[in-house]
């Protein structure tokens, strides 16, 4: 087959759509299907072909809300000019399934929306966008959603008239990373952490991910185990010209079309770890930005994941939790309640949810849990086990994509 998967951000962007994409187009172009990927232009790529996959990228931004700008004509005529079997639509609300709304009832393909939870779909600025969706989703042949239980599939749903499209596969991890899993003191000792309890959070650098959550819980936990708090995130310090006149163009851009206030998260991170590190001789906190190969490792050598994001669908990083035998501890976000019931692999926190629909994680409830778990290793090694074993029987690459290799095939 000659596969097309269109997704706003990819490889070497981070992120877990990016992830979900990259498993997809390598699983499918390693048994020999044709894979290509179109996606926004990185300064940071430096090849357009990797693990046989041909990468086309755009110079576009936006969404059918904000408004779309760049080479959007391009975009439209390479997936409409083409002959593609199946083209695979990773995300709505951007550019990439946006622009092609209008045309999809033109394209011969088998057309396959991933929704990824409509984030957007109580938002009054949003109506005119969903409106128009409702009119074009009957031109799709399929859709894959993560869950049943969020907003997406439940929108679908009432405005489609054939049931038979729609398919449910959850998200997972990477066997290739983490099937070969050691005991925690041997990945420990590489970050000089043996007698430590180690707590990780892993999210994009913007304050929805909720990082300055995490860290106001943990400095109002009162311990006197030695615990060690890691925030990873994917902030650059690159001191490349064309990179920093890239982002410096990028944030001119989101400033005029989000309208978003500023705020400094580094700084306040930096300042508030320096103030804890300083006062508290058995807590301490470490903000990094790990390669890839490095984070695995932390991930395996943490025993407790916090998770705080304030918008989400079905986030990787649970399921990479998962597999590294962390007890997690989350709120209601997304159907990250639904994996954690599920498993048993957690607590789950308090929350409110603000007139914007996000959901904002309970910082003094959050500590309350996190010392809970912070004094009782037998919980820990309850929930971690069975994390593993959930990870291991059902939510890893191998068997999830036999699920979508027959929805393609179909």
């Given at each position: 087959m000659?596969?097309l ?24 172009s ?6 290509y990927?179109a996606?926004?232009?990185?300064p ?5 072909k ?25 975009y ?10 199946v083209i ?20 011969n ?7 990824c939870?409509?984030?957007?779909l109580?938002?009054?600025n ?32 009432k ?17 290739n ?9 041997f ?8 007698n430590?309890?180690?707590i990780?959070?892993?999210?994009s ?31 650059r310090?690159d ?27 580094m ?25 890839r190969?490095?984070?695995?490792e ?21 399921f ?19 994996i ?12 409110q ?40 029987n ?14 393609f095939?179909?």
């Amino acid at each position: 087959m000659k596969i097309l998967i269109c997704c706003e951000n990819f490889y070497p962007s981070i992120g877990g759509v990016q992830e979900v994409c990259m498993q997809l187009a390598k699983r499918f172009s390693k048994i020999d299907h044709k894979v290509y990927v179109a996606t926004s232009w990185n300064p940071y790529r430096k090849s357009n072909k990797i693990n046989g996959i041909q990468i086309i990228d755009f110079k576009i931004f936006g969404n059918f809300t904000r408004s779309i700008v760049g080479e959007t004509q391009k975009y439209i005529d390479y997936v409409c000019k083409n002959d593609f079997d199946v083209i695979l639509i990773y995300a709505a609300q951007q550019w990439s399934c946006d622009l092609l709304l209008k045309y999809i009832p033109k394209i011969n393909a088998k057309k396959i929306l991933v929704p990824c939870g409509f984030s957007k779909l109580y938002d009054r600025n949003y109506l005119p966008y969903f409106d128009f969706l409702k009119k074009q989703l009957n031109y799709f042949d399929k859709f894959i959603f993560h869950t049943k239980l969020y907003r997406d599939f439940q929108f679908i749903k009432k405005n489609i008239i054939d049931f038979n499209k729609l398919y449910l596969i959850p998200n997972c991890a990477d066997e290739n990373e983490f099937d070969d899993l050691k005991i925690k003191t041997f990945y420990k000792k590489k970050f000089n952490n043996e007698n430590e309890i180690i707590i990780l959070t892993n999210g994009s650098f913007t304050l929805d991910k909720g990082l300055k959550d995490v860290l106001d819980a943990f400095s109002i936990l009162n311990t006197d185990k030695n615990i060690k708090l890691y925030i990873n995130s994917d902030f650059r310090n690159d001191h490349k010209m064309i990179v920093k006149i890239v982002n410096f163009l990028k944030n001119i851009l989101k400033t005029i079309l989000f309208k978003k206030t500023n705020f400094n998260l580094m700084k306040y991170l930096k300042n508030k770890s320096k103030e804890i590190n300083m006062k508290n001789p058995n807590k301490k906190i470490e903000i990094v930005n790990l390669k890839r190969d490095t984070l695995i490792e932390l991930y395996k050598s943490s025993d407790i994941f916090i998770f705080a994001s304030k918008i989400e669908y079905s986030p990787l990083v649970i399921f990479e939790a998962m597999a590294s035998a962390n007890a997690l501890i989350s709120h209601d976000v997304g159907n990250v309640k639904e994996i954690i019931n599920k498993t048993n692999s957690g607590l789950i926190v308090n929350n409110q949810i603000d007139s914007s629909r996000k959901s904002n994680i309970d910082i003094h409830d959050l500590a309350n849990k996190l010392k809970l778990l912070v004094d009782n290793k037998e919980l820990i090694k309850k929930f971690s086990s069975n994390g593993r074993s959930h990870y291991i029987n059902f939510y890893n690459w191998k068997k999830i994509f036999i699920k979508y290799e027959n929805i393609f095939s179909k």
